[in-house]
């Protein structure tokens, strides 16, 4: 069974930086896409962030192009963003996926979600 561990969430006043964590688990992510998903308080969960399995091509949502970026370490089973130049708008839970796939015009996770990690970004 996956078990994906995301840490590195926070408060943290807008322009501010955050860099998150999420360590997967119970089998082998190398050759996988993996990534970022978050979801504000009323919202529905949206797509992040995504890198391919050699970290060779990255893909952002519009809203985060430019400030964040997605890496990875296969080592480690670990997949990373670091955030930067945060506005109150990038406040959610933030869920790591280990294993995405793409239809239907977006990213979905093939795996169940783990526990999340709070970001909160201050006016």
Known sequence: QVQLVESGGGL??????????CEASGRTFS???MG???????????????????????????????RFTVSRDNAKNTVYLQMNSLKPEDTAVYYCAADLTFYSGTYHSVDDWGQG???TVSS
């Open 31 to 33: 050759n996988n896409v």
């Open 36 to 66: 970022w998903f978050r979801q504000a308080p009323g919202k529905a969960r949206e797509f992040v962030a995504a890198i391919s399995w050699n970290g060779g091509a990255t893909d952002y949502a519009d809203s985060v192009k430019g």
């Open 117 to 119: 990690t709070q970001v």
């Open 12 to 21: 943290v006043q807008a322009g501010g930086s955050l860099r998150l964590s």
